[in-house]
C-alpha cells in the first residue's frame, strides 16, 4: 500500500520533472537535494516526508497536490465505493 | 512553507475526520496510531511520511490526494503564475 503510493508519487515527480527538460541530476541539484536520494525518489523507493513533498513540488512548478494524481484510478475506486 | 503544507494537510485531515462523526482519539484508535501524534497531525505540527498519509487517508476512505487540497487556493496561484 505504502509502497504504491510511494511509487505514484515518485511517478508523477519523474513526469513533472521531464515536462521541464530537465535531468534528474541538475533537478537535484536545483533544489539542494543529493542525487542518488532524488534518483531512489522517482523509483518509488523513498519514504517521503511533507517537507521533501513541497521542496520537490516547488522545484517542478507544481502544488504538492499535483504530486498525488492517480493515473490508474485505483483511489477513484476507493473514493467511490466508500 | 513546510509548515504551511503540515497546516494544510492537517486541517484536511480533520475535516474529514469530522465529516464521519467519529473523535480524534476513537480515529487514531482505529488506525492504529498513537493518540497524541494524531492531535499533533490535526494541528499541523508533524512532518508526516507517505505511509502515515497513506494510513489515514485509507482510515477516513479517501485518496490521499484529498488531502492536499488547498482550501485557500494558495497553491492554485502558484500553478496559475508558472
Avoid: W
Avoid at 485505483?74 to 466508500?82: G, I, K, P, Q, V
Amino acid at each position: 500500500m505504502s509502497t504504491s503510493l510511494q511509487k505514484q508519487v515518485g511517478q508523477n515527480i519523474r513526469r513533472h520533472r521531464e515536462k521541464l527538460k530537465i535531468s534528474q541530476e541538475a533537478f537535484a541539484d536545483s533544489i539542494g537535494m543529493h542525487r542518488a536520494y532524488y534518483g531512489a525518489v522517482e523509483r518509488g523507493l523513498r519514504n517521503l516526508t511533507l517537507r521533501n513533498i513541497d521542496r520537490i513540488a516547488e522545484g517542478l512548478k507544481v502544488s504538492p497536490a499535483d504530486l498525488f494524481v492517480d493515473m490508474t484510478s485505483n483511489n477513484r475506486a476507493r473514493r467511490e465505493s466508500s
